[in-house]
């Protein structure tokens, strides 16, 4: 059998030996890279993100691979967005002013409010394992790319930073923080998107790039 | 509730794990890899790597260390020990690191904090404060692996820290580092009630009561351990069981 071949797109900011070799370790074939071809002739495309998503879009755009992106979603190719990259596939971002996203998916990044908590302090950014539960409505994470994995189960989460999708029907998991619900994994068709970082999440992290390969 | 993160620090020298006493007296563990794998496997949380010669001879072992690691350990991975520039946190990063602890370069000039917090993020600088008591209330920050007095008062730096940027505070109290003695209470007490960073209570812990009662009543976000887990007097698990037990919230990990 062949291995699952996936392509991380490489845009100069953060950590990819990670992702790489959290993929490779789940039996993926990966090139890391910038190359349009070989991004667009890759059956399954990852677009990490580390920061803060004015700089990452305007790093996307200067290497021309928003059109990139835009163009994988459009073929069916399953494209994984993590943590910034998950907050790009949506329309817009709040963070230092308005700035377009990639617009895959409807809806918004704003800031985590901590106003809406408990007396309790809230410290953003928000760092550290939280328990994925199933988004409101939501029964079961069979046929997701979340498939291996059982609510309330954790996962590692670093952002100040929140995805809003406008709907609710592309929500797969969310987790709670304090008294906010952050949206975890969203997914819209072939494009799917995570806040937390799979490639940290120990295990159930692995599952859930394992559920990415065999989409 | 925020769980309360599990950490094993891993102190490095040359290619060897060691412990010492009062971070003094080193003795060598074994592969610094081996014991990684065996603590991610256990569900620890995160991994601190700390080289804790390279200030001393101005150099830093840790890429290859770190490097080998990312191969199988998947949770965050800190790193620390002689980073003198952004170039030297840039390299690590590439090797695989999420985080980079600074200690004796940012006491020497405390605008590194801001250079790596302003390229990198906040949550990407860890300041490391070796922490020794003066007098009840007062402790003053070391920094060569607590060989050098720097005549910071510990509160104060650490203030100061998290003004320039720094994203958590990794304490180590060098009074009770490799002594199984407990956690220095009063000192993570007064850290994490000045600042609203996250705060790692670092140094002492003989036994899982031992980070029960810090947890309780020092309230870090985190517990860094090692001495417990080098000599396999417990295991991650039994540690986490344990605070499970006392009703601290942590992550529901199986191992791996």
């Not at chain 1, 079961?140 to 498939?147: E, I, K, T, V």
């Not at chain 2, 102190?11 to 074994?30: A, F, S, T």
């Not at chain 2, 920050?141 to 990794?170: F, K, P, S």
């Amino acid at each position: 059998m062949s291995l699952p071949e996936v392509a991380v797109i490489d845009y100069g900011v953060g950590n990819l030996l990670s992702v790489r070799r959290a993929l490779e370790h789940c039996g993926a074939r990966v090139t890391v890279t910038a190359e349009h071809r070989a991004i667009l002739s890759a059956p399954r495309v990852v677009l990490p993100g580390v920061g803060a998503f004015a700089d990452g879009m305007a790093e996307l755009r200067r290497r021309g691979l928003d059109q990139v992106a835009r163009e994988v979603a459009s073929r069916g190719v399953s494209l994984l967005g993590i943590c910034l990259g998950m907050q790009m596939l949506l329309g817009e971002s709040e963070e230092f002013g308005l700035t377009q996203g990639l617009g895959l998916i409807p809806g918004r990044v704003v800031a985590m409010n901590c106003a809406a908590c408990d007396g309790r302090r809230l410290k953003i950014p928000h760092i550290g394992w939280s328990a994925l539960i199933l988004a409101k409505g939501r029964r079961r994470w069979a046929g997701s790319f979340l498939q291996q994995v059982r609510p309330a189960e954790a996962v590692y989460f670093v952002h100040s930073f929140t995805a809003q999708p406008s709907d609710p029907g592309h929500r797969i998991a969310d987790c709670l923080y304090g008294d906010l619900t952050i949206s975890a994994a969203v997914a819209r068709e072939n494009v799917v998107g995570c806040q937390f970082h799979p490639e940290k999440s120990g295990e159930v992290g692995l599952k859930v790039l394992r559920g990415f390969l065999r989409q | 509730m925020r769980n309360v993160r599990l950490i094993a620090r891993l102190d490095v020298k040359g290619p060897n794990l060691i412990k010492g006493i009062h971070l003094e007296g080193l003795r060598v563990i074994g592969s610094p890899n081996e014991h990684a794998l065996r603590y991610y496997q256990q569900g620890a949380d995160e991994l601190i790597y700390m080289d804790c010669v390279a200030s001393l001879y101005g150099r830093n072992s840790l890429r290859e260390i770190v490097q080998s690691a990312a191969q199988d350990v998947f949770v965050p991975v800190t790193v620390g020990g002689g980073v003198r520039c952004v170039e030297d946190v840039t390299e690590l990063l590439r090797c695989g690191a999420d985080k980079v602890a600074v200690n004796t370069a940012a006491v020497a000039r405390p605008q590194l904090i801001s250079d790596i917090a302003r390229r990198f993020g906040s949550q990407c600088v860890v300041l490391s404060i070796e922490a020794k008591q003066l007098s009840p209330g007062r402790w003053e920050a070391y920094t060569d692996n607590g060989r050098q007095r720097t005549g910071l008062d510990v509160i104060e730096w650490v203030r100061r820290g998290v003004e320039l940027g720094a994203g958590e505070i990794l304490l180590t109290s060098v009074d009770r580092e490799g002594t199984r003695r407990g956690f220095d209470i009063p000192l993570v007490r007064a850290v994490t009630a000045e600042v609203s960073v996250p705060v790692i209570a670092s140094g002492g812990m003989g036994k899982a009561e031992d980070l029960v009662e810090v947890v309780r009543q020092g309230e870090p976000d985190a517990v860094a351990m090692a001495d417990i887990l080098h000599y396999q007097r417990s295991t991650m698990q039994e540690v986490r069981r344990a605070a499970q037990a006392a009703g601290i919230a942590v992550r529901a990990c199986e191992p791996a």
